[in-house]
């Protein structure tokens, strides 16, 4: 009878064997004793002990080859732009001068994204460092926090880049660190090849701390950090199945770690933020409820642009609104309101990300109220009851709009790129409550549909007109259109444009309006796949009506 399994000699040099009685061949060739066991051998654990210690040995190795190429560099020439970064190998001549780049870096970060698609989540967690990972630069952390933090203002900036300059144990966690370095890469062309490595060695790493077996520790305020910049990486990158999936994740995270409810600075409970200080610390406190309002936008915009049911219920939402940008930089402690009392209340002031989670919520119902009113199939049994909603949404749009800044209304704010995401918000909100009922009017549904329609193409027209102006307007328009909600707002008032409505403008202005946008995102679709894919489907559109005129 053939044994089952491979003789003990065999299976420990990983050789091929013909399990032959009573010697295999092998054994028999070169004297060894052979014995065949009689099950599987099971798993002792000691065999990630030795992963561990290898890959702690490679980081020593790393470490000590650094600190000879220090010494050997004292005299005059620079050291790495993170001189108690120990975490990672130092900055390859990479994206840091306009001239100075070497292409060669980039062909082996490709070959490293490879291998980090493929890291089994304890070769990916066996250390805060590994060498050969796609380096850390200041460089691409600059990028992030100078052009694309607006889009997610929840990291305290001076305490993240001393954390990420300190020793390894208080660093945070590598997931964080790298899709933090690849959104400031995709911003740069010159960068650009490296921000999909990157991203895979973030969600790398990110899933590998997700299956850590301590529990507790798998993951913490930063990760729920990480797990948004991923989705808002993969949205961009237009993998929308994987973003909502990664958002999901993220929400869920925050959910666990009670970020929806009230924190006050006296309570009892804590967090683990691992790199971030006490959770006593005031700056803690508004990074985590920055997070969960940055958290709440991305859940209401994924509802309004992809129709996936919402994950947040705001009824359960008890955290209070984020404080003005300077408290939260100085770490001055500033009083907010909840989301409730502010929108019962609309006098009170707000921040721009405040102001920011106001105008998803309302653009969120507006899309849900329109929805509800397209499966009524013309049913007028409850005109009242969505009127009354109408007419609420409308209201605290006008009180939203009121509340904004001075510095921060048209045109003083286009050169901020919250501001104008607010205002493109507004605008589309608009444009949600009144497309409907304008294109229901004018289909000839109601009785009364001139009295519905005249109104309604008013209101439609300005939207569309303001939001043309928004972008005709401001000086970096490529910037902008890297968040897809905002080139999704292109595209379909290039949609209302190019459609037969009457929204108050005469066909050329319309027509000429239409191609503007059409280049704007052709433009922006240099870096940005969502914006190129839209700007395809509206040139086929101008064809189309070209062909037909």
Same mark, same amino acid.
């Given at each position: 009878m053939t044994p089952r399994f491979s003789c003990l000699a065999c299976k420990d040099k990983k050789q091929s064997c013909d399990r032959a009685l009573p010697k295999c061949s092998r054994c028999s060739r070169q004297g060894y004793n052979c014995s065949y066991p009689d099950k599987r051998k099971t798993a002792t654990g000691k065999r990630k002990q030795v992963r561990d210690l290898e890959a702690k040995l490679t980081l020593l190795e790393a470490r000590v080859d650094r600190s000879h190429s220090r010494a050997a560099h004292a005299s005059g020439q620079n050291t790495s732009p993170h001189a108690g970064d120990e975490s990672l190998p130092p900055l390859p001549?990479?994206?840091?001068?306009?001239?100075?780049?070497?292409?060669?870096?980039?062909?082996?970060?490709?070959?490293?994204?490879?291998?980090? /698609?493929?890291?089994?989540?304890?070769?990916?967690?066996? $250390?805060?460092?590994?060498?050969?990972?796609?380096? %850390?630069?200041?460089?691409?952390?600059?990028?992030?926090?100078?052009?694309?933090?607006?889009?997610?203002?929840?990291?305290?900036?001076?305490?993240?880049?001393?954390?990420?300059?300190?020793?390894?144990? #208080?660093?945070?966690?590598?997931?964080?660190?790298?899709?933090?370095?690849?959104?400031?890469?995709?911003?740069?062309?010159?960068?650009?090849?490296?921000?999909?490595?990157?991203?895979?060695?973030?969600?790398?790493?990110?899933?590998?701390?997700?299956?850590?077996?301590?529990?507790?520790?798998?993951?913490?305020?930063?990760?729920?950090?990480?797990?948004?910049?991923?989705?808002?990486?993969?949205?961009?990158?237009?993998?929308?199945?994987?973003?909502?999936?990664?958002?999901?994740?993220?929400?869920?995270?925050?959910?666990?770690?009670?970020?929806?409810?009230?924190?006050? #600075?006296?309570? $009892?409970?804590?967090? &683990?933020?691992?790199?971030?200080?006490?959770?006593?610390?005031?700056?803690?406190?508004?990074e985590c409820r920055r997070t969960w309002w940055c958290l709440y936008v991305s859940d209401r915009l994924l509802f309004a642009t992809s129709g996936l049911p919402s994950i947040i219920d705001s009824t359960q939402v008890h955290a209070s609104l984020p404080a003005y940008d300077q408290a939260f930089q100085s770490g001055c402690p500033e009083e907010t309101s909840t989301l409730q009392r502010v929108l019962h209340s609309p006098d009170r002031a707000c921040s721009l990300l405040a102001l920011r989670v106001l105008a998803a919520s309302l653009f969120h119902r507006a899309v849900y109220l329109s929805d509800s009113r397209k499966t009524e199939d013309g049913d007028n049994t409850n005109d009242e009851a969505y009127w009354g909603i109408h007419k609420t949404i409308e209201n605290e749009l006008i009180s939203l709009q009121s509340a904004?800044?001075?510095?921060?209304?048209? &045109?003083?704010?286009?050169?901020?790129?919250?501001?104008?995401?607010?205002? %493109?918000?507004?605008?589309? $909100?608009?444009?949600?409550?009144?497309?409907?009922?304008?294109?229901?009017? @004018?289909?000839?549904?109601?009785?009364?549909?001139?009295?519905?329609?005249?109104?309604?193409?008013?209101?439609?027209? #300005?939207?569309?007109?303001?939001?043309?102006?928004?972008?005709?307007?401001?000086?970096?328009?490529? $910037?902008?259109?890297?968040?897809?909600? @905002?080139?999704?707002? %292109?595209?379909?008032?290039?949609?209302?444009?190019?459609? #037969?409505? /009457?929204?108050?403008?005469?066909?050329?202005?319309?027509?000429?309006?239409?191609k503007f946008l059409q280049r704007s995102l052709r433009q922006a679709g240099k870096t940005s796949p969502i914006a190129l894919s839209l700007s395809e489907q509206l040139e086929l559109k101008l064809a189309e009506r070209d062909g037909l005129s």
């Amino acid at each position: 009878m053939t044994p089952r399994f491979s003789c003990l000699a065999c299976k420990d040099k990983k050789q091929s064997c013909d399990r032959a009685l009573p010697k295999c061949s092998r054994c028999s060739r070169q004297g060894y004793n052979c014995s065949y066991p009689d099950k599987r051998k099971t798993a002792t654990g000691k065999r990630k002990q030795v992963r561990d210690l290898e890959a702690k040995l490679t980081l020593l190795e790393a470490r000590v080859d650094r600190s000879h190429s220090r010494a050997a560099h004292a005299s005059g020439q620079n050291t790495s732009p993170h001189a108690g970064d120990e975490s990672l190998p130092p900055l390859p001549e990479t994206c840091l001068a306009a001239g100075g780049r070497s292409p060669g870096h980039l062909g082996s970060l490709q070959d490293d994204s490879t291998r980090g /698609d493929a890291l089994t989540s304890n070769e990916a967690a066996a $250390t805060d460092g590994i060498a050969g990972d796609p380096p %850390v630069t200041s460089e691409m952390m600059k990028l992030y926090f100078e052009k694309m933090n607006h889009a997610t203002p929840m990291i305290h900036r001076s305490r993240y880049e001393t954390c990420v300059e300190s020793s390894s144990a #208080n660093q945070p966690p590598m997931c964080l660190q790298y899709i933090v370095c690849a959104t400031g890469a995709s911003h740069e062309s010159t960068c650009q090849p490296l921000a999909m490595p990157l991203y895979q060695q973030a969600r790398a790493y990110a899933e590998a701390d997700e299956m850590d077996d301590e529990g507790q520790r798998s993951f913490d305020l930063a990760h729920v950090q990480a797990w948004l910049l991923i989705a808002n990486f993969e949205a961009r990158k237009g993998l929308f199945s994987r973003a909502a999936v990664s958002l999901a994740r993220s929400i869920r995270m925050a959910q666990m770690l009670n970020l929806h409810r009230g924190r006050r #600075n006296d309570e $009892t409970e804590t967090l &683990p933020p691992r790199g971030f200080g006490s959770s006593r610390d005031w700056i803690v406190l508004e990074e985590c409820r920055r997070t969960w309002w940055c958290l709440y936008v991305s859940d209401r915009l994924l509802f309004a642009t992809s129709g996936l049911p919402s994950i947040i219920d705001s009824t359960q939402v008890h955290a209070s609104l984020p404080a003005y940008d300077q408290a939260f930089q100085s770490g001055c402690p500033e009083e907010t309101s909840t989301l409730q009392r502010v929108l019962h209340s609309p006098d009170r002031a707000c921040s721009l990300l405040a102001l920011r989670v106001l105008a998803a919520s309302l653009f969120h119902r507006a899309v849900y109220l329109s929805d509800s009113r397209k499966t009524e199939d013309g049913d007028n049994t409850n005109d009242e009851a969505y009127w009354g909603i109408h007419k609420t949404i409308e209201n605290e749009l006008i009180s939203l709009q009121s509340a904004i800044p001075e510095s921060f209304r048209l &045109p003083h704010g286009l050169k901020c790129q919250q501001s104008v995401f607010i205002h %493109v918000l507004i605008q589309m $909100t608009i444009l949600s409550l009144y497309k409907p009922t304008m294109q229901s009017a @004018q289909g000839g549904n109601r009785r009364n549909s001139s009295y519905i329609a005249n109104p309604s193409c008013k209101h439609v027209g #300005n939207a569309v007109l303001h939001i043309v102006n928004i972008f005709k307007s401001m000086e970096d328009i490529n $910037t902008a259109l890297q968040n897809p909600i @905002q080139s999704y707002a %292109v595209h379909t008032v290039a949609l209302v444009l190019l459609s #037969n409505s /009457d929204i108050g403008q005469d066909e050329a202005s319309k027509v000429a309006s239409a191609k503007f946008l059409q280049r704007s995102l052709r433009q922006a679709g240099k870096t940005s796949p969502i914006a190129l894919s839209l700007s395809e489907q509206l040139e086929l559109k101008l064809a189309e009506r070209d062909g037909l005129s």
